[in-house]
């Protein structure tokens, strides 16, 4: 049976099942960013509306008007590009309406962990790690930022210089000791 013809559940479309899922916030918490993270956001967003659509709608059109559109290619292409740019614009959208900016400068020269943190620890095997402790939609793992709902950083907020914490893992609970809290400065 065609695809079409398949009822998808209530709020779905059928080209959602091929993409990741999207990061969710905590149920009742705020969207919290770094003045940083919303300007890209908002770069992102307007670069997409811009300038991506445009070219990508174009490109529709020219494929469209080139007859048959079951096989051709640049046509089916292009539909589907534009579902994903639409589909990303809404999120967009609704993340940065949701937004609430912090800047995290205002705690410079402070020893405790609050949201905008770069946090160096030590944990119970002598290993240290230093992250810096993000929004949701900004952080990423691979430079060593983390989300602030993450549970290292949940275990870290609101310590101080010198404090150890607990951090629950599936192994069991972990120690980690604050060694350098640091912000950018204003």
């Known amino acids: 049976m065609s695809k079409a013809f398949t009822k998808e559940p209530d709020g779905q479309q059928a080209d959602d099942d091929d993409l990741p899922p999207i990061a969710p916030l905590p149920?009742?918490?705020?969207n919290y960013m770094t003045p940083a993270g919303y300007a890209a956001l908002k770069s992102e967003l307007l670069s997409l509306i811009d300038e991506e659509r445009p070219k990508?709608?174009?490109t529709v059109r020219w494929a469209a008007s080139n007859g048959d559109r079951s096989e051709n290619g640049d046509y089916l292409y292009g539909k589907k590009r534009l579902r994903e740019i639409d589909r990303r614009i809404r999120f967009?959208?609704?993340?940065?309406?949701?937004?609430?900016?912090?800047?995290?400068?205002?705690h410079h020269g402070s020893d405790q962990v609050f949201f905008g943190a770069t946090v160096t620890y030590v944990d119970d095997e002598d290993v240290?790690?230093?992250?810096?402790?993000?929004?949701?939609d900004e952080a990423q793992a691979s430079l060593g930022q983390v989300s602030w709902v993450a549970p290292v950083a949940r275990a870290l907020l609101k310590a101080r210089v010198g404090?150890?914490?607990?951090?629950?893992?599936?192994?069991?609970?972990?120690?980690l000791e604050v060694l350098e809290v640091s912000?950018?400065?204003p």
């Open 27 to 30: 149920a009742g918490s705020k």
């Open 56 to 58: 990508v709608v174009e």
């Open 92 to 106: 967009l959208t609704k993340r940065l309406e949701q937004a609430q900016v912090v800047d995290p400068s205002v």
């Open 128 to 136: 240290q790690r230093t992250i810096t402790i993000l929004g949701v």
């Open 163 to 175: 404090d150890e914490v607990a951090l629950p893992t599936p192994a069991g609970v972990r120690t």
């Open 183 to 185: 912000y950018p400065a």
